[in-house]
């Protein structure tokens, strides 16, 4: 495949060959601003869940860090959506949120699971983009600070997920356990789809971008990358039982 923006070794299409430095460039600032973009509607969709919850008495003992956790996540989405729309464009999310009632003890720890698996796929690629000498020095500096103030998300949110399974979970049925794995295991593969965004590839100039984007998903390289790029998350999740096995589609 052509390269992904920032990515620790070049990916490459299936049957197209490297396209060089020159036909390269557009790709990667496209795929940046794709990535950029990711972080905005995640972002986004984190903050308004978190103003939700702000005064929620079953959740005081974190009100105070929840406070904290909003604030940066708005500073980090001026900087993503500066970049965005200053020198390309915010392209679209392709996550779709169905309305389904569920209980509100299982409400939150889908929240809060699905702010997990999105912030360690995305902490990933900010720990490599921000140490590859390649990319412009803003590029690096958007990236690392962006992975140091995810750390400190990053242990809490694995902390409360796990709490809040422990807690939660034993009172559930069957039914209502396989929904929750279910839908987290959906929404991981649905995460992992929007870095191949056919709108990337027309706006690089490159032809059949919608065929381009299912070669890039199921190339053996691609799904390696994504295997390997999981391996944290995917053991975490199997080792507190929150999921019993990989979910088969994103790899």
Known sequence: MVQLAGAAQPVRHAGLGHPGRAGALPLAFHEAANFYSLNIHGEKGLMQGLAARLYRRDLADVADYLHHFLDEENKHSIFFGGFCTRYARVYPTKQVSFEVKRPR??????????????????????????????????????????????????????RLVEAMWQACAPAWDDELIEDVREHLTQFLVTSWREYYNPAVYADAGLADPYDLAEQAWAAPAQREHRRRTSTKLLGYLTSTGILVKEPVDAF
């Open 105 to 158: 003890d299982v409400e939150d720890f889908l929240f809060f699971a699905r702010v997990m698996v999105f912030e360690e796929i995305v902490d990933r690629y900010n720990w490599w983009q921000g140490r590859d000498e390649r990319l412009h020095p803003v590029a690096r500096f958007i990236n690392n600070n962006h992975h140091f103030e995810e750390a400190r998300h990053l242990i809490f949110g694995r």
